[in-house]
């Protein structure tokens, strides 16, 4: 099989905010910014993958959820244990300190774990959590 990851998706309650993060601080391109009905789908992607992209999409547009699951998916989302992703880097202390520097919410400094990676983790502004791994 031939099979490749095209995109991932992380929910966010504030495009703007999300958008910056991304682009701005992690230096993703954005590759779409669509709009519909009030709500924002936002592709961001490192620009060397074209193929692999992070949709970043309202939270509980599903038509099939509860109120009862949306207001557990939002009580999830702000205390950050919703959703998130692992990106890596060939260097990780440089891009710890550029997202210290663009005043994300750090979770934990680069850290040599016992499972045999070296990362840090921090929080978008939805509160996803991030973990980066050093590439080795």
Known sequence: MDITIHASFLPHDDPDASLAFYRDTLGFEVR????YDGM??????????????????????????????????????????????VLS???LDGTFARLRA???EVVQEPTEQPYGVRDCAVRDPAGNLIRIQELR
Request: charged content about 25%.
């Open 102 to 104: 663009g005043d994300a």
């Open 40 to 85: 924002r789908w936002i592709m961001v992607g490192p620009a060397d993958q074209p193929g692999t992209s992070i949709v970043l999409q309202p939270p509980v547009t599903d038509p099939g959820v509860t109120d009862d699951e949306r207001r557990t998916i939002i009580e999830m989302m702000a205390k950050g244990t919703y959703a998130g992703i």
């Open 89 to 91: 880097t060939a260097d």
């Open 32 to 35: 779409s910014d669509v709009g």
